[in-house]
């Protein structure tokens, strides 16, 4: 069964550069017939696609976050990453993780990481 | 960017009623629409992709149909575990986004 756990620090200041990390296990991030990505909610409100990643390498991300947005993939570590930078409270939400299947649908998710970007 | 339009906002219902939802995309997304069931505290679920096949697992009264940019999830016959948030998402072309969500909430 596949599983995906995000890791990362829970609290952050504002400016500072986030780092989050996903890893897989019952699967592989090196799989061609998947891409992985990262969505994020704030608290009470919906859903935002941020990024995806297949493990070439290519790289999809959102037009209103690619300035600040970096998504990587390692391998070897069975893991693909999100690096967000100059982070304002309008960051603040819970951040997931995903597997996307056939035309991009997220058929697995992580459990989600909250992250609150506070002085 | 392909904007997603979900309505209603919030809908009350009972057990055993019959609930539609509805999507509409700013401009055609063939049939490539998902539809995600998330209850507080949770990831969301995916339900449905391709506007219509139910995703392994899912019961058969969640049902999807629709294509071109106006797309319908029905729930057929209510069922207490079935309150919660759903959400619609376009899957034809990056940058993939979201519908408002629609809240099922209890009569």
């Known amino acids: 069964q596949l599983h995906l756990q995000e890791s990362g620090p829970g609290l952050v200041k504002p400016s500072e550069t986030l780092s989050l990390t996903c890893t897989v296990s019952?699967?592989?991030?090196?799989?061609?017939?998947?891409?992985w990505g990262w969505i994020r909610q704030p608290p009470g409100k919906g859903l935002e696609w941020i990024a995806t990643i297949y493990h070439s390498g290519s790289t999809y991300y959102n037009p209103s976050l690619k300035s600040r947005l970096s998504i990587s993939v390692d391998t070897s570590k069975n893991q693909f990453s999100l690096r967000l930078s100059s982070l304002t409270a309008a960051d603040t939400a819970v951040y997931y993780c995903?597997?996307?299947?056939?035309?991009?649908?997220?058929?697995?998710w992580g459990q989600g990481s909250l992250v609150i970007v506070s002085s | 960017d392909i904007q997603m339009t979900q309505s209603p906002s919030s809908v009350s219902a009972s057990v055993g009623d019959r609930v539609t939802i509805t999507c509409r995309a700013s401009?055609?997304?063939?049939?490539?629409l998902a539809w995600y069931q998330q209850k507080p505290g949770k990831a969301p679920k995916l339900l449905i992709h391709g506007a219509s096949t139910l995703q392994s697992g899912v019961p058969s009264r969640f049902s999807g149909s629709g294509s071109g940019t106006d797309f319908t999830l029905t729930i057929s016959s209510l069922q207490p575990e079935d309150f919660a948030t759903y959400y619609c998402q376009q899957t034809n072309s990056f940058p993939l986004t979201f519908g408002g969500g629609t809240k099922v909430e209890i009569k």
């Open positions: 019952g699967g592989s991030v090196s799989s061609s017939s998947y891409y």
């Open positions: 401009q055609t997304i063939i049939s490539w």
């Open positions: 995903a597997r996307l299947a056939g035309r991009y649908y997220s058929d697995y």
